[in-house]
């Protein structure tokens, strides 16, 4: 079975873990790497600690702070992914600050109004937007509302009931009105609105408010993980975190990813 496969694509690569996906390369004679690194990362269960451990263990590493070399090859078991390790080996480079491999700049869902904040949040301006703007658009490409409310932490998770309600009456007030505004694709309104939120109980929350205010369609509710390569024209941002909450969970590790992908899912 080895090299059986003449060409092994490898989709969404920057959320695959390289020990999932290393057997499959055994049986291909080349492969393509299609992904992004500032999306949508792989779910690990170890964390660094444990990681150089392991690979002390199991004699990869001689000490522990040879570990940052395993980390920076793409390949470890808590911060690698099959987009890095593919990047880690192409010898094209269009950028010379950038990293490496064949880098698709233009971007065609969003508005260049909600692109340009990933944009310059990850991109460092590289993209180029070509989609045009909607003169005379109803609401506003991108926009926020200011919801002075407290979160609090149950079992592990996070919510913000007043936020959740907020959100929920604006959606039931605004259902017909957004049904209109795209009428001519005859959408319904889980078609057309989506929810992002860091926290499960924070979703189940929020389909409960919209069940309370009238709103029976299935809209969809979750994490970014569960809108990666899904899309919506109205995505709705609930970040649950209140004005006395010290640390944000889209500020982890200091990396765009999170924040990036939920803006672009509109």
Not at 112 to 124: F, M, S, T, V
Not at 128 to 135: A, E, F, H, T, Y
Request: net charge positive; hydrophobic share 40%; proline share 3%.
């Amino acid at each position: 079975m080895l090299e059986f496969i003449d060409l092994l694509i490898v989709d969404e690569a920057g959320q695959v873990s390289p020990e999932v996906a290393g057997a499959s390369f055994a049986l291909a004679k080349k492969a393509l790497i299609v992904g992004d690194v500032l999306q949508i990362e792989p779910v690990w269960s170890l964390n660094k600690q444990i990681d150089a451990g392991n690979l002390k263990r199991h004699m990869l590493i001689e000490k522990f702070e040879d570990a940052d070399a395993i980390h920076d090859l793409g390949i470890s078991a808590t911060q690698g992914n099959v987009m890095k390790t593919a990047q880690r080996a192409s010898k094209y480079q269009k950028f010379a600050d950038f990293e490496r491999g064949m880098f698709l700049a233009e971007h065609r869902r969003c508005v260049p109004e909600i692109i340009k904040y990933c944009n310059e949040l990850a991109y460092n301006g590289r993209l180029i937007p070509k989609r045009k703007s909607v003169v005379s658009f109803p609401l506003p490409h991108i926009g926020y509302a200011h919801i002075n409310a407290q979160s609090r932490k149950i079992n592990g998770s996070r919510e913000n009931r007043i936020e959740a309600e907020v959100l929920a009456r604006w959606i039931a007030e605004n259902a017909e009105f957004l049904k209109e505004i795209y009428q001519d694709k005859k959408l319904g309104l889980s078609e057309i609105v989506g929810i992002v939120t860091p926290f499960r109980r924070q979703a189940r929350l929020i389909g409960e408010k919209l069940r309370e205010f009238g709103i029976n369609e299935k809209i969809k509710v979750g994490s970014v993980h569960s809108l990666q390569g899904a899309e919506r024209p109205i995505v709705i941002f609930s970040a649950v975190h209140g004005t006395d909450d010290k640390s944000y969970f889209f500020e982890r590790d200091g990396k765009p990813n999170m924040l990036s992908v939920a803006v672009s899912r509109a």
